[in-house]
T-cell receptor, first 114, second 110 residues
Framework: SAVISQKPSRDICQRGTSLTIQCQVD?????MFWYRQQPGQSLTLIAT?????????ESGFVIDKFPISRPNLTFSTLTVSNMSPEDSSIYLC???????????FGSGTRLTVV | RKEVEQDPGPFNVPEGATVAFNCTYS??????FFWYRQDCRKEPKLLMS???SGNEDGRFTAQLNRASQYISLLIRDSKLSDSATYLC???????????FGTGTSLTVIP
């Protein structure tokens, strides 16, 4: 399976600022996914990052709040903009390199907004 | 109704016990099913895929019941190291996006 490097692993940010999370994959992948896992809850898909086109956002998530870049087939960024304490969460990137055989996740970014 | 629903538990079982988790899904067009394991403060990791005919991997058995729209995970001879949260993951429709259950917490007690 793919190896994903996700940075930063954690950060504490002031409200109103923005944080950009990076995911680097060791192989080319068609689709990358960004998830959020709020405390005590399961994962919620934020968006699908497609190379060469705009990201596809799930209901409840918008590009202005979570802009995504996908400049090539091995890299993506997610920005959490104008942060508030409600954005405190774990953010995970994920790739599907095995078709129907499941996804691999990055190690996550633990974000705390104060 | 949620796309994927699981009993959150917690399940507290003694070592050596057999424990089973169920997960129901709402979309009959779902194509792919998985069980993931998530340890505390770690990312989810694939435990096993769930095939239509059912599949077994050592002490773990996964089954799919399309008629009733649920999947199950059976863990035999529980080990302390099995303590984790088990996430049911379902592909909704024929797309590539997968949806996660809220997870079932398992603690295996010495």
């Amino acid at each position: 399976s793919a190896v994903i490097s996700q940075k930063p692993s954690r950060d504490i940010c002031q409200r109103g600022t923005s944080l950009t999370i990076q995911c680097q994959v060791d192989s080319q992948v068609t689709m990358m996914f960004w998830y959020r896992q709020q405390p005590g809850q399961s994962l919620t898909l934020i968006a699908t990052a497609n190379q060469g086109s705009e990201a596809t956002y799930e209901s409840g998530f918008v590009i202005d709040k979570f802009p995504i870049s996908r400049p090539n087939l091995t890299f993506s960024t997610l920005t959490v903009s104008n942060m508030s304490p409600e954005d405190s969460s774990i953010y995970l990137c994920s790739v599907d390199t095995e078709g129907v055989y499941g996804y691999t996740f990055g190690s996550g970014t633990r974000l705390t907004v104060v | 109704r949620k796309e994927v629903e699981q009993d959150p538990g917690p399940f507290n079982v003694p070592e050596g016990a057999t424990v089973a988790f169920n997960c129901t899904y709402s979309n009959s067009a779902s194509q792919s099913f998985f069980w993931y394991r998530q340890d505390c403060r770690k990312e989810p990791k694939l435990l096993m895929s769930v095939y239509s005919s059912g599949n077994e991997d050592g002490r773990f058995t996964a089954q799919l019941n399309r008629a009733s729209q649920y999947i199950s995970l059976l863990i035999r001879d529980s080990k302390l190291s099995d303590s984790a949260t088990y996430l049911c993951v379902v592909n909704i429709g024929s797309g590539n996006q997968f949806y996660f259950g809220t997870g079932t917490s398992l603690t295996v007690i010495p």
